[in-house]
């Protein structure tokens, strides 16, 4: 009688921790924004989107480890840093082996793109600009008429900061994963000045 107990017990178990595993390590706290993407003179506005892929719970890191921004699913969301340098990162929930970045010096007052997609393992993230090669640049007013704008529900940002938690394996996993990548591709999460409009 007792190993049949013991061994309910630990079935139970184990399917209180295979449900836990399941749930999302960050949940969205998105809500829609109405109005214009519009500039702020002291700080620099960037434009993330996701007009292709349907990734859930995408979050968005700055420099210092803060959390910025978030999209879930076909969705665009409006993100300011500080001018200078900077480096945007983007992770699945809170996946440090999912996440990519992007990076550059940038103007306060001026507006840059990037978009978010799905890459082998993770999320790509990259610079949208008329540099870019795959043509996106041509498609950029569309993608911004046809996805909704979202942004983090002030309400909620404290639950989905301590469900992100230590963002400092993020930056440590953002920063190998652009050691490892070739010229092209670290052109590609790049941003130039001049990019910002």
Not at 10 to 19: D, E, K
Not at 65 to 81: K, R, S
Not at 93 to 114: F, I
Not at 147 to 170: K, S, Y
């Amino acid at each position: 009688m007792t190993i049949l107990r013991n061994s309910i017990a630990l079935l139970a178990m184990s399917a209180m921790l295979g449900a836990g595993a399941c749930a999302p390590g960050v949940q969205n706290i998105t809500v829609a924004t109405p109005g214009p993407i519009t500039s702020a003179p002291d700080v620099v506005t960037i434009v993330v989107l996701q007009p292709t892929t349907r990734l859930h719970t995408v979050e968005l890191v700055d420099g210092r480890g803060q959390l910025v921004g978030q999209l879930d699913g076909h969705a665009q969301t409006v993100v300011h840093v500080p001018e200078g340098p900077t480096v945007l990162y983007a992770v699945l929930e809170n996946r440090a082996d999912t996440v990519d970045r992007v990076e550059g010096t940038l103007v306060p007052g001026r507006v840059y793109y990037a978009t978010v997609s799905e890459r082998e393992g993770g999320v790509a993230l990259l610079v949208l600009s008329p540099r870019r090669v795959d043509g996106a640049w041509e498609h950029k007013n569309e993608d911004l008429s046809r996805t909704p704008r979202v942004q983090m529900d002030p309400q909620r940002i404290g639950r989905a900061v301590n469900e992100l938690g230590d963002t400092g394996p993020i930056i440590q996993a953002g920063e190998a994963r652009a050691a490892a990548l070739d010229p092209a591709q670290i052109a590609a999460r790049t941003f130039q000045e001049s990019d910002g409009l």
